[in-house]
C-alpha cells in the first residue's frame, strides 16, 4: 500500500474529516506505539503546515519526547511545567494564542506563537500529550480542539 495523503484544501473541518480516514488507514493494523504515533505527526504537519507536531509520552512521571516534526525540541518536561506540562497536571486540552503571555511557558523554539495541547487519557489516566505548535498568534480554536480530541480519543483505543 502506497503512505501518500490526498491533501485537500479548503475549510479547517473539512481537512479534519478528509485526514481522519486516511490516518485510519495509514495505522491500518499496526500495533507499534512508536510507528502509529510518528505516522499521526507526519500526517497532520503534511496537512496543515504546522509549525510544530508532537507526542509526548508519560514515562516515570514526566514526560518524554516522542514522535514528532519541526525544529528540535524539549526533550523531558515535569508535570505543571509549560503548556504541556500544565495539560497534564489539567487532564484537559488547553489552547493558546500567546505562548509569551502563559505564564511559566517553555520555550523550545523562539518562532512558536500559539499552541494546543491534547492529553491522551487511558483509565482516567493521562499516558501522553499531543503538541501542536504555530509560528502565527492564535491559530487554534474549537475545530481543531473536537477534531484533535477525535483524534486523540481514538488513537488511545489503538496504541
Known amino acids: 500500500m502506497a503512505e501518500d495523503l490526498m491533501k485537500i484544501q ?20 499496526e500495533t507499534d506505539i512508536i510507528a502509529n504515533l510518528a505516522n499521526v505527526v507526519a500526517a497532520l504537519k503534511e496537512s496543515f503546515d504546522f509549525f510544530w507536531v508532537g507526542f509526548y509520552l508519560v514515562k516515570e512521571d514526566e514526560l518524554v519526547l516522542g514522535p514528532f516534526q519541526g525544529p528540535v525540541a524539549c526533550t523531558r518536561i515535569q508535570k505543571g511545567r509549560g503548556v504541556c506540562g500544565v495539560s497534564w497536571e489539567r487532564s484537559e486540552t488547553l489552547i493558546v494564542d500567546d505562548v509569551d503571555a502563559f505564564p511559566g511557558h517553555i520555550a523550545c523554539s523562539s518562532l512558536s506563537k500559539s499552541e494546543i495541547v ?14 501542536v505548535d504555530s509560528n502565527e498568534l492564535a491559530t487554534f480554536d474549537s475545530i481543531d480542539d473536537q477534531y484533535l480530541n477525535e483524534l486523540c480519543e481514538w488513537l488511545v483505543s489503538v496504541i
Open 10 to 29: 479548503g475549510e479547517k473541518s473539512t481537512v479534519y474529516e478528509n485526514l481522519f480516514p486516511q490516518i485510519k488507514a495509514l495505522i491500518g493494523d
Open 118 to 131: 491534547v492529553p491522551l487519557i487511558r483509565n482516567n489516566r493521562v499516558i501522553g500529550i499531543l503538541d
